[in-house]
């Protein structure tokens, strides 16, 4: 089954303990992306791949950072989480870079920091 | 840039009458966009997109939207609400690349 998978699907941590949140995808997409979701902002891209080794920061990058050094995957890094990085977060992968393109979305990571 | 507002946080209808979500966006050239569907505990899932092809675009689970360029709207009907179209949706456009803008979200409640 064609699919963006997320894990882990909930997580609380402590302010200070790194954490990665994996998101792979099985339909070989060139376009991966993360977004956070907040209540009355919808969501708001973090940071984006159009490829293997190559990532640009999205919107809100600040506290983030990602890899992407194989083409399924993207996992997302926060290094140092802090409160104000609650959250539900989704990957999203595309067939390309092209604009039009659907977005699939991961089923979404539910991050709480205290 | 790119912007997209949603008017109505929250929408409620009755069970068989019609939705109707709305959707404004901001954009310097003609964009592409879309409406996602969000289920309960779900990811978003895509209901139909407007690419330029035609301005009525239908999608899954008979909801359609109409491209209006004069009126910068994009808005979301369905003729007839059922109980399971209860979720939250999004509108969202993109101009260049595949990064989406995203409004800020209506929840759509279907009362029986």
């Known amino acids: 089954e064609a699919q963006v998978t997320q894990n882990p699907r909930y997580l609380i941590t402590v302010t200070g303990k790194k954490l990665t949140v994996t998101c792979s995808q099985n339909?070989?997409?060139?376009?991966m992306s993360w977004y956070r979701q907040d209540p009355g902002l919808g969501l708001r891209q973090i940071y984006y791949?159009?490829?293997?080794?190559?990532?640009d920061k999205g919107d809100v990058p600040e506290g983030y950072k990602v890899s992407r050094k194989e083409k399924r995957n993207f996992p997302l890094i926060l290094e140092s989480p802090s409160p104000n990085q609650t959250s539900l977060y989704f990957c999203?992968?595309?067939?390309?870079?092209?604009?039009?393109?659907?977005?699939?979305f991961g089923q979404g990571t539910r991050l709480t920091v205290v | 840039a790119q912007s997209v507002t949603q008017l109505g946080s929250h929408v409620s209808v009755s069970e068989g009458a019609l939705v109707l979500l709305r959707c404004n966006y901001s954009s310097s050239v003609p964009p592409y966009l879309f409406w996602y569907v969000q289920y309960p505990n779900q990811g978003l899932q895509l209901l139909l997109k407007?690419?330029?092809?035609?301005?009525l675009v239908k999608g899954i689970n008979g909801f359609e939207a109409e491209f209006k360029k004069s009126e910068t709207s994009f808005h979301l009907t369905k003729p007839s609400a059922h109980m399971s179209d209860a979720a939250e949706y999004f509108c969202a456009v993109t101009e260049y690349g595949n990064k989406l803008v995203f409004g800020a979200g209506t929840i759509l409640r279907v009362k029986s």
């Open positions: 407007y690419t330029s092809a035609a301005t």
């Open positions: 339909m070989n997409h060139e376009y």
């Open positions: 791949s159009m490829n293997v080794e190559v990532t």
């Open positions: 999203a992968s595309s067939p390309t870079r092209q604009a039009g393109t659907e977005a699939f």
